[in-house]
């Protein structure tokens, strides 16, 4: 096992050359209605490379939203830098800027609420691009048409149409066509499908891979599902209350999770089954306030395994076995199979 050597390191995969978004340390907090202060992300650090999908995943309320506000400047950054195309998010200056806003792209939750009512497809689709600049009305129009199209959508029948006329399937088709139109390389997706239903979130899961492979895009993907994430990622990244968990494949993370959170985020996803038994729930009781966290492991109150340590000592991230971070002080046991992992950890928890 290899620790690693900052205080709250990156988690990455083995590759070479320089990361496309680089998260490290990141703090993001704000007040709530009632003055408290919300300590929404806690020291967070990964990477995310060319080409690949990184699936941010954990319960709502875990930070894993702000991470992606914060990433295209919707959140205050509180410490902490978010590198992006090599540039500090922080200290570019205007025409990096620009530049920037043109190669990160963001796609929201709700797709109707994220569209102007007011305003026809044709010219939602081309905001970007007017504002971007360097196109003529012709090349605009041209790119809209083929935007609405590559996302499935009749561009004769759509472009004159406005947002409530349309499913909210048919509006995240829109939205993904708006942030491609100014052609970006990295596209930040913030649970895109949840507000879906379940046969039209397969729909745009299926756009969202065929736009990657096709606009050769780099894709943090955000969701609370598990089953979601596992199909979409390259890697998956789990936070528990503001702070990372746990990072690796998904094949190694779904067979060899050593984070109990993510045993209980597993275990949590339903099957199609009835007849399969009912697994009891690992991680007990409500999520901690994000006003007043827990000491120590921000998990300690709800896992099972928590010691005297826990409360005491945050653990780090440390690589567990090449490409799979952990931060636990006690990574369930490994080396057998599932089953006896769980009856260890079972166990313990009597
Ligand atoms: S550090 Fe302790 S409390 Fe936190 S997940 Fe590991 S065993 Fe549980």
Do not use: W
């Not at 507000?195 to 969701?223: C, E, G, P």
């Not at 979601?228 to 990244?237: E, F, W």
């Amino acid at each position: 096992m290899t620790t690693t050597t900052s205080p709250v390191p990156a988690v990455s995969k083995a590759a070479t050359g320089e990361p496309i978004l680089s998260i490290e340390n990141l703090t993001v907090e704000y007040r709530d209605s009632r003055g408290r202060t919300v300590h929404a992300v806690a020291g967070v650090s990964f990477d995310l490379f060319e080409g690949e999908t990184v699936g941010l995943v954990g319960e709502s309320g875990c930070g894993k939203s702000t991470i992606a506000k914060a990433v295209v400047g919707l959140a205050p950054i509180g410490s902490g830098t978010i590198r992006a195309f090599g540039a500090d998010l922080a200290s570019m200056n205007r025409q990096q800027e620009k530049n920037f806003r043109r190669q990160c792209q963001m796609i929201f939750q709700d797709p109707i609420s994220s569209l102007n009512p007011q305003r026809r497809v044709k010219h939602i689709v081309a905001e970007g691009l007017e504002i971007l600049g360097g196109l003529g009305k012709g090349e605009i129009a041209g790119r809209v048409e083929k935007m609405l199209a590559a996302v499935g959508l009749d561009p004769a029948n759509a472009r004159d149409r406005r947002p409530h006329e349309f499913s909210g399937g048919q509006c995240q088709r829109i939205s993904i066509a708006r942030a491609l139109a100014v052609e970006p390389t990295l596209l930040v997706c913030d649970e895109p499908v949840s507000a879906l239903d379940v046969s039209v979130q397969a729909q745009i899961l299926n756009i969202l891979q065929d736009m990657k492979s096709r606009f050769k895009l780099t894709m943090l993907f955000i969701a609370h599902d598990l089953a979601v994430i596992k199909n979409v990622s390259d890697r998956i990244v789990v936070m528990h209350l503001g702070a990372l968990c746990e990072s690796a494949t998904p094949d190694e993370l779904f067979e060899n999770p050593l984070h109990p959170y993510t045993l209980g985020l597993i275990r949590s996803i339903p099957r199609p089954d009835p007849s399969a038994e009912i697994e009891r729930a690992f991680a007990v009781g409500e999520v901690p306030s994000p006003t007043d966290p827990p000491s120590g492991c921000r998990f300690r109150t709800r896992c099972p395994l928590a010691r005297d340590v826990c409360a005491q000592v945050d653990p780090e991230m440390v690589e567990h076995s090449p490409g799979h971070f952990v931060a636990c002080h006690f990574p369930l046991v490994d080396g057998g199979d599932t089953s006896s992992r769980l009856g260890v950890a079972e166990e313990i928890s009597q």
